[in-house]
């Protein structure tokens, strides 16, 4: 009877941490595929790849390790490396602000179209929908010097057009506008921000005088900052991962003026199969692309704010 009595809240307690137990354990369960993924999928070849850096690994045949030699090699003896992130730094900055400048000016154009909005916004939509080589068979005959139609169009007007792609100081530009052509993903990031931006905002300016030209500047930039942010690293991301229209399109012509960094990691690959030089150009690209977001992340940090975020003033801080 004692005994029983004794067990029966040893029990209850037993239950209780069983329960406690599955409660906690709940949640990690649901989000297990999402982690096998991240590790198989994720984790584990960007660890791979890690590795392979530090070897001599050809695709066949015996991998030695060599240190950092494949780093070194790069960074002091290969003047390729340098000429092709060169390159891959100015498509950068200037792919980046006009993918964002002109996505914002369609976005602005479209919240505030009163005909048609929804078939414009899915006629801008749609090219970043279609695939990378039906997109660079596309330009391919826009730029074409004998029968383009750039240049078919230039010639109405009496102009000779000149080999977009054949000419070294041309051939960057080509490309630039071209991966414009996808802005669409871009310009419906904003036009949700925009969307979202309370009326009484704007009512309330207007109310009190506040010229459009402020308005824009002091209420619809702030309140797109989050959105502006983002797509702003996405770029960036992007514009260094630049492979599929300058390869199909030029494939790194003419004189090497389009031969972009992403173009070198997968030369070094798949033409040499030197995956473990590859595998160390993609950190190189890794560690530049990782750097940059920070320094956007910590820049933003002064002119983008977030719903419900509370800043202390001058005043609380010297307090």
């Avoid at 069983?18 to 409660?23: F, I, K």
């Avoid at 802005?183 to 036009?191: A, D, N, P, R, V």
């Amino acid at each position: 009877m004692d005994m029983a009595a004794h067990a029966g809240p040893k029990v209850e307690v037993v239950r209780r941490k069983r329960a406690n137990a599955g409660r906690h354990l709940a949640p990690f369960l649901f989000i297990s595929p999402w982690i096998l993924g991240f590790l198989f999928f994720t984790l584990g070849p960007l660890c791979f790849s890690l590795t392979m850096s530090f070897f001599d690994w050809p695709v066949v045949g015996e991998r030695t390790f060599v240190g950092l030699d494949n780093y070194r090699s790069m960074f002091m003896e290969d003047p390729q490396f340098r000429e092709s992130l060169w390159i891959t730094v100015k498509f950068a900055a200037i792919y980046v602000p006009f993918n964002i400048v002109m996505s914002f000016l369609l976005a602005l154009l479209l919240h505030h179209a009163t005909f048609a909005s929804g078939f414009f916004r899915t006629v801008f939509y749609l090219p970043s929908v279609i695939s990378g080589v039906a997109l660079v068979t596309i330009w391919s005959w826009i730029y074409s010097r004998e029968y383009g139609l750039l240049n078919f169009m230039l010639s109405l007007v009496g102009i000779d057009g000149p080999n977009w792609l054949g000419d070294p100081n041309l051939a960057l530009v080509a490309i630039i506008v071209a991966s414009l052509w996808g802005l669409g993903g871009t310009m419906l990031i904003l036009l949700t921000g925009l969307k979202a931006i309370p009326k009484e905002l704007y009512e309330a300016a207007t109310v009190s005088g506040v010229p459009g030209w402020a308005q824009m500047l002091f209420i619809t930039l702030p309140m797109l900052g989050p959105m502006l942010i983002f797509t702003f690293i996405t770029s960036i991301i992007s514009a260094f991962q630049q492979l599929t229209i300058a390869l199909l399109l030029t494939k790194g012509g003419p004189l090497g003026s389009t031969y972009f960094f992403a173009m070198y990691i997968y030369d070094n690959a798949f033409k040499y199969f030197d995956m473990g030089y590859a595998a160390a150009g993609s950190w190189v690209m890794f560690v530049i692309v990782l750097t940059l977001s920070l320094v956007v992340m910590r820049w933003s940090a002064a002119w983008v704010y977030y719903e419900g975020e509370v800043r202390p003033v001058d005043g609380d801080r010297d307090a």
